[in-house]
Antibody, heavy 120, light 107 residues
Framework: QITLKESGPTLVKPTQTLTLTCTFS??????????VGWIRQPPGKALEWLAL???????RYSPSLKSRLTVTKDTSKNQVVLTMTNMDPVDTATYYC????????????WGQGTTVTVSS | SFELTQPPSVSVSPGQTASITCSGD??????VCWYQQPPGQSPILIIY???KRPSGIPERFSGSNSGNTATLTISGTQAMDEADYYC??????????FGRGTKLTVL
C-alpha cells in the first residue's frame, strides 16, 4: 500500500523560504518510471502543479515558479523535499505530494496535504 | 503556454448522465487523466490514459479524448459524485498541466 505524508511549517513570514518534506512508503523512488510530484491548492481555488522528480533524478518545474522552486530526493530515507523561496501571502495554500505511477503517467496516490499560511 | 479549459460548473439530476469537458490545443494527441476531489479531501485519480479506470473506480466513470476535447462522463450519477473534477495532461516539455476544475452539482 502506497502512502505519502507532507510535513513542514504551517506558518511562514513573507520573504522566507518554505521547506516541505514528503515522506512516503510502499514504493521505491529508484524504480524505473516512478516519480513524486508537488501540487498546491489555494483556499477555494484550483490545483496548481509545482514540481516533479523522477527515479533518475530528472526534475520538472512549473514554468511560472521555476525560479523559486527546488526539489530533491533522498531515496534511502524515502523522502522528497520541496523548497520555495521568497514566500508571499499569495502562496498560502494546501500543499500536496503525490506518487506518479510509472505506467499510468498520472498521480495515482496523494498525500493528505499540509496547509501553509504566509503572513507576517 | 499549454492550457486546459474546463467549464466552472455542471449540474445533473440523480441517475442522469453528466459530461465534463476539457479543451486544449491538439489535446487528442496527448494522454489525459481526471481527478475527483470531494469537499475537504485530497484528489483521487479516476481516469488515466484518456479512458482507463484505476482499480476500485466505479464503471460509471468513463473518459474519451479526441481532437481538442477530452470528456469525462458519469453515468447514473449519484449524490456521492458531487465534487470538483480536474483534467490533467502533460505539455511538450513534460510539465504537468491541470485544468481549472469543474464543480459538479447533483441536484
Amino acid at each position: 500500500q502506497i502512502t505519502l505524508k507532507e510535513s513542514g511549517p504551517t506558518l511562514v513570514k513573507p520573504t522566507q523560504t518554505l521547506t516541505l518534506t514528503c515522506t512516503f512508503s510502499g514504493f521505491s523512488l529508484s524504480s524505473s518510471g516512478v516519480g513524486v510530484g508537488w501540487i498546491r491548492q489555494p483556499p477555494g481555488k484550483a490545483l496548481e502543479w509545482l514540481a516533479l522528480i523522477y527515479w533518475d533524478d530528472d526534475k520538472r518545474y512549473s514554468p511560472s515558479l521555476k525560479s523559486r522552486l527546488t526539489v530533491t530526493k533522498d531515496t534511502s530515507k524515502n523522502q522528497v523535499v520541496l523548497t520555495m523561496t521568497n514566500m508571499d501571502p499569495v502562496d498560502t495554500a494546501t500543499y500536496y505530494c503525490a506518487h506518479r505511477h510509472s505506467y499510468y503517467s498520472a498521480m495515482d496516490v496523494w498525500g493528505q496535504g499540509t496547509t501553509v499560511t504566509v503572513s507576517s | 503556454s499549454f492550457e486546459l479549459t474546463q467549464p466552472p460548473s455542471v449540474s445533473v439530476s440523480p441517475g442522469q448522465t453528466a459530461s465534463i469537458t476539457c479543451s486544449g490545443d491538439r489535446l487528442g494527441d496527448k494522454y489525459v487523466c481526471w481527478y475527483q476531489q470531494p469537499p475537504g479531501q485530497s484528489p483521487i485519480l479516476i481516469i488515466y490514459q484518456d479512458t482507463k479506470r484505476p482499480s476500485g473506480i466505479p464503471e460509471r466513470f468513463s473518459g474519451s479524448n479526441s481532437g481538442n476535447t477530452a470528456t469525462l462522463t458519469i453515468s447514473g450519477t449519484q449524490a456521492m459524485d458531487e465534487a470538483d473534477y480536474y483534467c490533467q495532461a502533460w505539455d511538450s516539455s513534460a510539465a504537468v498541466v491541470f485544468g481549472r476544475g469543474t464543480k459538479l452539482t447533483v441536484l
